[in-house]
């Protein structure tokens, strides 16, 4: 047997310095010019069809590196014209958009209005359930082609933000008319897009990578053709794995990192840590239409009594803005004078005293007409969330309320979520678009308080937040919006409807080698063109 | 022989039926709605509701298991909800890449713990077979995911990391180069991604193997048979490989079927940890998505696959052991 083991080991050895040819090396460049670029993350990309898409980063990549919207955002969240070379404005009425000539399908024929229009008409065409149907063009009555490089839509009436209803990108008319809009989301177009951006598909294989490479047609204008060989995506889930792909150079990009892995990265000489506020709020939902939390001083007491801004110096690792409602600081129309509520637990308790509120059998939970201060506080099973709920608990607590965890898998909470059937829920909400309006639309007008299915789940009805929200999305002037805002968050911070808990900050990391990296807002891969290796 | 495989595979056939439908009935009754893919809840209720109808949702959960069960059965597997392609498509990618897992760890962790098995049996008490039990014991209590992860820690990133000659590559099932490499190359890139998640799945199943074959072995050696084939002047590796280990695999052989459940969804988390492109990955993706024609047809596959392994165990005991057979 001796001999036999002895054996058996050479064999082994020898394969592994045969593999070491095959692994020493860093990965990436494909060729002499290591010109590839590799970016990792955690989800497959679903189909690229902007009409059907409703997954971030496949719409990432559709704005910024397969299709050519209509208009696109600076910097400073203005819009700037894109497709769309220019536009008229007719009041507050229609738009005329001017699309440029030089803009072509990657087949080569040319993006025309007649594409804007066909594609316009599947959005509105509620058999393809398109999110630009619902989330962009709500407010957009007819299109009509006025010849192949301009088109015309007229708005149902004045609103806020008007021009921004068209930050999505048409798809080929040619390639997709006999396709019937309940079929689209299953085209195979999807899997192999032809679209009008700075890359075009190469390949890609699911649940591995997804291959693109510089359309050289791209017009300088809009930045002419990506500077990299060829961009591919892996598709890595486990986040501890994208970072070690990371550090080990087999990724350039990690587009998700983690809070307690920020540091890692920092320590790092050849990785950067990239972050910049997102478009992500947490936020404790109280179903407004249950008991205790039919009651705004209850509401306003539980507010007080969390302390937010330790939740995100301990859990997010200081990654995290401390929230007071949807509309998120960064924004352009966001009232700078506003402030969250503070953290103030004695205030909490006189607060909960005053609506009446007392421990008269000394159990350390309030209670009032025989009935304790207590609710079940339900949330997903995400570890950010679990841990979240638990130092809520904690705090609460300690004035005398006593929080109940019920932690469940993502589709059953939200389940349950949207049927109303919960006390307290901690979840999150992420804005599609900069279109201030739509989050807090959605989530406290009270028409939809009753609605079935509707994203008002805490069951919110105010007359006064209802008047705001909509004039808010009526006003065509900035500073008149602000004013607006100013007022909005003053109620809703008098009555609460939700605790908002933090802004997420978002984290990602590159390998310090690639250059023309810009991350914020508008997302993690609003510069892919531009990536290119030192 | 051949009639018995014939009768056991048809007798399968309900069994696969039952497993279907109790999958069927348990994924539509669980709470949560495939059109929450859409869950946006800017998407006005009757958009939700159109979704729903395209997808067939609209229909009562029995009509639906009708329906589904027919054209199952007739090889059309339906259209996935969130990838919009069909079924078909995504298992003939996925199904592979699994069998090229699972199959060499299957293949090794019988083959390591049938020799570590058999190495300590016959060193009985000494270092050697103490090393190897505490190590087998060590395997064997790890969960997969943080063996998976320790040994990335360790021949990937620490190994890049000091410098080491060979740095496993963590992730994936190829290089991203991988197409513009030679044969040769790319036979090497195959395997050099095959280590770490072979080794995860490895290391954790041949321990129990270990043991049992050791058990099993240390009984037979005890035989008087042994003692005759000793007797007779039979070298020693001859009475050990021949006599005893033939005897000895026939318990061990049985193992094989009980095993492909642990090696299946072993392989779901090394799938994950490794970004490995198979079925495990599809399978908790599916899930969480609620899409059921997907989840449907993966555990239909994995089920399939259990059952054919126990199949496949009962042959080999014929062949191990002349005394059985299935002539009946």
């Known amino acids: ?71 696109q955002y600076d910097e400073n969240l203005n819009v700037v014209p894109w497709l769309a070379e220019s536009w008229q404005e007719e009041g507050d009425t229609a738009v005329t958009f001017t699309l440029r000539e030089d803009v072509t399908w990657h087949d080569g024929r040319p993006v025309t209005a007649e594409d804007v229009k066909f594609t316009y008409d599947l959005a509105k065409d509620s058999a393809t359930a398109s999110l630009i149907g619902s989330v962009y063009l709500d407010e957009v009555a007819s299109a009509e082609v006025i010849d192949p490089r301009t088109i015309r839509f007229v708005f149902t009436r004045p609103h806020a933000q008007a021009l921004e209803d068209f930050w999505w990108a048409p798809v080929p008319r040619h390639l997709l008319q006999d396709v019937s809009p309940a079929e689209l989301a299953n085209a195979p177009f999807n899997r192999q897009p032809v679209g009008s951006g700075p890359y075009r598909f190469v390949e890609w294989q699911s649940n591995q990578r997804l291959v693109l490479e510089p359309n050289p047609d791209f017009p300088a204008a809009l930045g002419g053709p990506p500077p990299a060989r060829r961009l591919v995506f892996r598709i890595v889930p486990e986040p501890a794995t994208l970072l070690t792909e990371l550090i080990t150079g087999g990724v350039h990009v990690d587009i998700d990192v983690q809070p307690d892995q920020a540091a890692q990265v920092e320590q790092n000489a050849q990785t950067v840590l990239q972050s910049f506020p997102g478009r992500t709020v947490y936020y404790l939902g109280w179903n407004n239409q249950r008991e205790p939390f039919t009651d705004p001083a209850v509401r306003q007491a539980l507010t007080l009594a969390i302390n937010r801004q330790e939740i995100v110096d301990a859990l997010l690792s200081g990654y995290g803005e401390v929230a007071a409602g949807p509309v998120p600081p960064w924004s352009p129309l966001y009232p700078q ?198 | 022989m051949a009639a018995f495989a014939l009768r056991r595979l048809l007798g399968a056939i309900p069994l696969l039926l039952g497993i279907a439908t109790i999958i069927f009935f348990v994924l539509n009754l669980a709470p949560g709605d495939p059109a929450s893919l859409y869950f946006n809840p800017n998407v006005p209720p009757e958009v939700i509701e159109q979704v729903r109808r395209n997808l067939g949702l609209d229909q009562p959960v029995h009509v639906r298991y009708v329906r589904w069960l027919g054209a199952f059965f007739t090889g059309d597997w339906g259209q996935s909800f969130a990838q919009g392609r069909p079924v078909a498509d995504i298992l003939m990618e996925a199904l592979p890449n699994t069998l090229i897992l699972t199959g060499t760890a299957l293949v090794l962790v019988f083959l390591f713990g049938i020799i570590a098995g058999v190495w300590q049996a016959v060193r009985q008490h000494s270092w050697s077979d103490r090393t190897l039990s505490i190590g087998a014991l060590f395997f064997y209590s790890m969960p997969s995911f943080w063996l998976g992860l320790m040994l990335m820690l360790v021949f990937s990133l620490k190994a890049h990391e000091w410098g080491w000659p060979i740095a496993l590559p963590p992730t994936g099932i190829t290089s991203v180069e991988y197409e513009f490499m030679g044969a040769g190359e ?85 799938e994950v940890i490794f970004s490995w492109p198979g079925m495990g990955r599809i399978i908790v993706d599916s899930i969480m998505q609620r899409d059921y024609p997907l989840v449907m047809a993966t555990s239909f596959v994995f089920a399939v696959m259990v059952v054919l392994g126990n199949l496949v165990a009962d042959l080999l005991y014929a062949i191990v052991d002349p005394r059985i057979g299935y002539e009946t």
């Open chain 1, 1 to 71: 047997m001796r001999g036999r083991a002895g054996q058996l080991r050479r064999p082994i050895v020898s394969t592994l310095f045969l593999l070491a040819a095959a692994c020493g090396g860093d990965g990436g460049g494909a060729g002499g010019d290591g010109a590839t670029i590799v970016a990792g993350i955690r989800t497959d990309f679903s189909g690229f069809n902007p009409v059907t898409n409703t997954s971030q980063y496949t719409d990432e990549v559709i704005k910024y590196g397969l299709f050519t919207p209509l208009v």
């Open chain 1, 337 to 534: 004078e506003v402030q969250p509520l503070p953290y103030e637990p004695q205030r909490a308790r006189q607060l909960l005293q005053q609506a009446g509120w007392s421990d008269s059998n000394g159990d350390g939970v309030l209670d009032k007409g025989g009935q304790p201060l207590s609710f079940t506080l339900m949330t997903s099973d995400r570890p950010l969330n679990r841990s979240v709920v638990e130092v809520v608990q904690e705090q609460l607590r300690d004035v005398g309320v006593a929080a109940e965890i019920r932690v469940l898998e993502f589709q059953t909470m939200l389940g349950l979520h949207k049927e109303r059937d919960f006390d307290a829920v901690f979840s999150n909400w992420v804005l599609d678009n900069f279109q201030m309006a739509a989050a807090p639309n959605a989530l406290f007008h009270s028409r939809f308080a009753e609605a079935e299915g509707s994203a008002n789940r805490s069951g919110v009805a105010d007359p006064q937040l209802d008047r705001l929200i909509e004039q808010a999305s009526a006003t065509t002037d900035p500073d008149q919006a602000r004013v607006i805002w100013a007022q909005f968050y003053q109620r809703l911070g008098e009555l609460q409807p939700f605790t908002f808990m933090f802004w997420l900050e978002e984290l990602a990391a590159t390998r310090a080698a690639l250059e023309g990296v810009e991350m914020d807002q508008r997302g993690e891969l609003m510069s892919m063109p531009d990536w290119r290796l030192q």
């Open chain 2, 186 to 270: 790319k036979i090497q890139d195959r395997i050099a991604h095959l280590i770490l998640p072979v080794a995860t799945l490895t290391l954790v199943l041949s321990a129990g193997i270990a043991r049992y074959t050791r058990g099993q072995m240390l009984e037979v050696i005890r035989q008087d048979y042994i003692r005759t084939a000793r007797a007779k002047g039979l070298p020693e590796r001859r009475v050990i490989l021949k006599h005893a280990l033939r005897n000895s695999l026939l318990p061990v052989i049985t193992l094989l079927g009980l095993y492909l459940p642990f090696l299946f969804s072993g392989a779901v988390f090394v």
